[in-house]
C-alpha cells in the first residue's frame, strides 16, 4: 500500500525473504531458464550497462532490485500460500482509508487536510490529497498502489458480491483520477460483456448501463469538460515529457541500443528540469533499456495475457486495465508493478501445470487404450 517504501519494509522483508528461501530459489531457477533469464540475467546486465553509462552503482540497483519479487513464484508455489487473498484484504484495508477518510470530511467530523494518516502519506510521497469542485467525486484521495482498487473490483463483480463492488468503486471515484475512474468504468463494462456467463444478465445490465448512461450523460460531459481543463496542465507535461524522451534518444544512436541507463537523467521541457524518470512507464523502458532490451521486457510483461484470455477471464480483465492504466501513471517498472506481475505469473505457471497434468493423464489413457 505504501509503493515509495518510506519505511524501508519491503526491501528489508525482500531481503529476508531471499535469504531465508536462498537454497530453493537457487534450485528453481536452475531448472526455469525462461524466468531465470527474463528476472535475473537480463536485470543484471542492464545493470551492468547501467553502471557504466551513469558511472553510479547503487542509483540502478533501486530501479532493478524489484525483479527479485519473481523469486515469490516459487515459494508461494511450494507453500501454497494464497496471495491474491493477502492482497484483497490489505487493498480492502486502503479502500476503506479512502472511503472513511471522504465521508469523515463530508460529514464535517475530520477535514481531509487535518487527518493525521493523509497529511503523512501525503508528506512522505506515498498519496496526493485534495478536494476540487473539479474533480469527480470533489475529493482527490490517490493513493499510488491504488491502482490495485480494479483487481478487488473485478473479483467482487465476478463472484457477484455487488456491495462490495460498490465500495471499491466509490474508493476509485474518491481516488480522483481520470485513469482510475475509466480504468474502474471499464472492469465494470467488461466484466458484464466478457467474464459474465448468464446470457439473460449480460444483456439486463448492457441495457441498465445504457440507460444510465443516457441518464448522466449531459452531467457526464459537461464534468469531463470541467476535469479535461484543470488537468490540461498535466497532460501538457505528458506530452512534452514524450517529445524529450524521443529528443534524448535521437541525441546519440547508441541510446536505441544500449539505453540511457537505469539512473540516468534528462532535461525535460515538460517538468522543465532535469528528471531521472516520469509517468510514461513504458517510454521510460525504452529509454532505460534501449529497443532491445526493452522490446524482450515488454514482451515479458505482455504474454500473460495471451495465457489468461483463455484461462481467467476475470484475471485478464484486471491485467488489461492495470497495464493500460500504466500509460498514465508511473508504476508498472517499480516494485508494486513488478510484485504484481509476478503474481500474475503465479497464475500463468498454475495454468501451464494444470495443462501438463491434463496432457499427462490423456497421455496415460491413451497408453492404457493401447494396450488393451
Request: include cysteine; glycine fraction near 6%.
Amino acid at each position: 500500500m505504501t509503493p515509495r517504501d518510506y519505511l524501508g519494509i519491503k526491501k528489508l522483508s525482500l531481503f529476508i525473504f531471499l535469504l531465508y528461501n536462498l537454497g530453493l530459489l537457487i534450485d528453481s531457477y536452475r531448472k526455469n531458464r525462461f524466468l531465470f533469464s527474463e528476472t535475473i540475467l537480463i536485470p543484471a546486465v542492464l545493470y551492468l550497462i547501467s553502471v557504466i553509462l551513469v558511472e553510479k552503482i547503487y542509483e540502478p540497483l533501486t530501479y532493478l532490485y524489484s525483479y527479485l519479487y519473481f523469486g515469490l513464484i516459487f515459494v508461494l508455489l511450494k507453500y501454497h500460500i494464497d496471495i491474491w487473498g493477502i492482497i484483497r484484504r490489505t487493498v480492502n484495508i486502503m479502500a476503506g482509508i479512502i472511503v472513511i477518510s471522504a465521508l469523515l470530511d463530508f460529514f464535517s467530523f475530520i477535514p481531509i487536510e487535518e487527518n493525521l494518516l493523509l497529511v503523512w502519506l501525503k508528506e512522505h510521497g506515498e498519496a496526493q490529497i485534495s478536494a476540487s469542485h473539479a474533480a469527480i467525486a470533489y475529493y482527490v484521495l490517490f493513493f499510488k498502489a491504488s491502482p490495485l482498487l480494479l483487481y478487488n473490483l473485478v473479483y467482487y463483480l465476478k463472484n457477484r458480491r455487488y456491495m462490495m463492488s460498490i465500495f471499491v468503486f466509490s474508493a476509485l471515484l474518491f481516488s480522483g483520477t481520470r485513469a482510475n475512474i475509466g480504468m474502474g468504468i471499464f472492469m465494470i463494462v467488461g466484466n458484464f460483456l466478457f467474464v459474465e456467463r448468464r446470457r439473460v444478465w449480460r444483456l439486463f445490465s448492457l441495457f441498465l448501463m445504457i440507460a444510465m448512461l443516457i441518464s448522466v450523460s449531459e452531467y457526464a460531459v459537461n464534468k469531463i469538460n470541467v476535469i479535461n481543463t484543470a488537468k490540461s496542465d498535466g497532460d501538457s507535461v505528458r506530452i512534452e515529457t514524450v517529445k524529450s524522451i524521443k529528443d534524448v534518444m535521437k541525441s546519440s544512436p547508441d541510446y536505441f541500443i544500449t539505453g540511457m541507463g537505469y539512473g540516468s537523467v534528462y532535461y525535460s521541457t515538460g517538468r522543465e528540469g532535469f528528471v531521472d524518470s516520469s509517468e510514461m512507464s513504458y517510454f521510460e523502458l525504452y529509454r532505460q533499456a534501449g529497443l532491445f532490451f526493452g522490446t524482450i521486457i515488454l514482451l515479458f510483461t505482455l504474454y500473460p495475457l495471451a495465457v489468461l484470455r483463455r484461462s481467467d477471464r476475470a484475471l485478464f480483465l484486471f491485467y488489461m486495465g492495470y497495464l493500460t492504466e500504466g500509460f498514465f501513471e508511473p508504476f508498472i517498472y517499480t516494485s508494486t508493478g513488478l510484485f504484481v506481475v509476478s503474481c500474475i505469473y503465479l497464475e500463468v505457471y498454475k495454468q501451464k501445470r494444470r495443462e501438463q497434468k491434463v496432457i499427462k493423464r490423456c497421455i496415460e489413457k491413451q497408453d492404457i487404450l493401447s494396450f488393451l
